[in-house]
C-alpha cells in the first residue's frame, strides 16, 4: 500500500521559510516524478512544482518560481518543498503526490497523493 507522508506545515508570518517533506512508501518509485499542489479554500487545486526522478525535469507554478524550492532525496524516498518569502497568499493545503509519468500535464496524471499539510501566512 503506497503512502505520501506530508510534514512540515504550520503558521508563519510574511517573508519567513517553511521546509515542507513528503515521505513516500509502499512500492518502488524509481522513474517517478513527485510534485506539490496547493488548495486553498474555495479555490481549485494549484500546480506549485514538480520534480523528475534524475531532477532533469524540474517546473515551478507561475506564483511561486523564484521563491520555492523542490528538491528530492532517493535514498529516504523524500521529495522536499523549500518556501522562502512567504506571502499571505501561500495559505493553502499543500499535497504531495507522485505521478509514474515522466512528464504529467494535469493532475489527473498523478496517481498518488497524501493528505496534506497547512501552510498559514499571517500578514
Known amino acids: 500500500q503506497v503512502q505520501l507522508v506530508e510534514s512540515g506545515g504550520g503558521l508563519v508570518q510574511a517573508g519567513d521559510s517553511l521546509r515542507l517533506s513528503c515521505a513516500a512508501s509502499?512500492?518502488?518509485?524509481?522513474?517517478?516524478?513527485m510534485a506539490w499542489f496547493r488548495q486553498a479554500p474555495g479555490k481549485e487545486r494549484e500546480f506549485v512544482a514538480l520534480?523528475?526522478?534524475?531532477?532533469?525535469?524540474?517546473r515551478y507554478g507561475e506564483s511561486v518560481r523564484g521563491r520555492f524550492t523542490i528538491s528530492r532525496d532517493h535514498a529516504k524516498n523524500t521529495v522536499y518543498l523549500q518556501m522562502n518569502s512567504l506571502k499571505p497568499e501561500d495559505t493553502a493545503v499543500y499535497y504531495c503526490?507522485?505521478?509514474?509519468?515522466?512528464?504529467?500535464?494535469?493532475?489527473?496524471?498523478?496517481?498518488?497523493w497524501g493528505q496534506g499539510t497547512q501552510v498559514t501566512v499571517s500578514s
Open positions: 503526490a507522485v505521478s509514474l509519468l515522466y512528464n504529467p500535464a494535469t493532475h489527473a496524471q498523478y496517481n498518488y
Open positions: 509502499g512500492r518502488t518509485f524509481s522513474g517517478s516524478t
Open positions: 520534480i523528475s526522478w534524475g531532477g532533469t525535469n524540474i
